[in-house]
C-alpha cells in the first residue's frame, strides 16, 4: 500500500511539473512551436515520452494546461454571479467575465504564463476551438454570459457577434500584454490588476453599448452560393 501510494504521488508530481512546464513553454514560444519532446527535457524527463506517457497527445496537454487554473477561475465566478443575483446592470455581468480571471492571474504572482498561454492557444488554429469550447461552456460562464445577453441593447445579430468576438480579444490579449509586462518590470497602464479590471470592464461597457452603423450592401455585391440557396 505504502509502495503504491508512493508511485501515486510521484505521478502526480511528474504530471504536475509537466503542465506546468507546457504552459511557461506555449505561453513564450507559441503552442505548435514546442513538441511534447521538447516539455518532457524541459521538464527534467529522462524519458522523453513522458507528456505521451501522461498525458496523450498535445491537444491532451493543452487542455490539462486549461483545466489546472479552471477550478480556482471557476469559483471566482461562482461567488461573483451569487454576489449579483438579482441584478439588471450589464456591468456587474461584464465584471464577471472579467473579475475571475484577472483576480486568479494576480493569485499567481510574478511571472505568471496563464494568460499567455490562453492568447497563444486561441490564436493557433489548431487548439482555437478546443480552448474556447473548454473555458466557455462551464455552467458559470454560461450563467454570465446568459446575463450580459439579456441586458444587452438590440443589435442586430452579426453585430453581437462581431462584438463577442472583440470582447474576448479585448479580455485575453489585454490580460496577456499586463503578464508580460509584469514579468519584464515594464511598465504597465494600470498600478495594480484590480485598477486593471475597472478599465477592462468600462472598455467592455463602452464596446456594448457603442452605437452601430448599418453598412448598405454594394448593388453589384455577387452572392455566395450559400447566400444563394
Not at 443575483?85 to 456587474?92: A, F, I, Q, V
Not at 478599465?199 to 452601430?212: K, M, T
Request: a positive charge; glycine letters at 6%.
Amino acid at each position: 500500500m505504502t509502495r503504491a501510494r508512493t508511485r501515486l504521488s510521484h505521478g502526480n508530481e511528474t504530471r504536475e511539473l509537466i503542465v506546468a512546464t507546457a504552459e511557461r513553454l506555449f505561453a513564450e514560444q507559441g503552442v505548435a512551436a514546442v513538441s511534447n519532446r521538447q516539455v518532457s527535457e524541459a521538464g527534467g524527463q529522462a524519458n522523453n515520452s513522458a507528456v505521451a506517457y501522461h498525458f496523450g497527445t498535445k491537444s491532451d496537454l493543452v487542455l490539462a494546461v486549461v483545466r489546472r487554473h479552471a477550478p480556482a477561475i471557476e469559483q471566482r465566478r461562482a461567488e461573483r454571479l451569487a454576489a449579483i443575483r438579482g441584478s439588471h446592470e450589464l456591468r456587474d455581468f461584464l465584471d464577471g467575465l472579467v473579475r475571475p480571471l484577472t483576480e486568479h492571474l494576480e493569485s499567481l504572482g510574478s511571472p505568471s504564463y496563464y494568460a499567455r498561454f490562453i492568447a497563444q492557444a486561441t490564436t493557433d488554429p489548431t487548439y482555437r476551438q478546443l480552448v474556447i469550447d473548454e473555458t466557455g461552456t462551464s455552467a458559470s460562464m454560461q450563467q454570465t454570459i446568459e446575463g450580459v445577453t439579456r441586458l444587452l441593447p438590440v443589435l442586430p445579430a452579426e453585430v453581437r457577434a462581431e462584438r463577442s468576438e472583440m470582447s474576448r480579444h479585448l479580455i485575453v490579449h489585454l490580460c496577456a500584454e499586463r503578464e508580460r509586462a509584469l514579468q519584464v518590470g515594464a511598465a504597465t497602464p494600470r498600478a495594480t490588476w484590480e485598477e486593471a479590471a475597472v478599465g477592462l470592464v468600462d472598455a467592455l461597457v463602452g464596446l456594448w453599448r457603442a452605437p452601430y452603423t448599418a453598412v448598405k450592401e454594394p448593388p453589384n455585391r455577387r452572392k455566395t452560393q450559400k447566400e444563394r440557396t
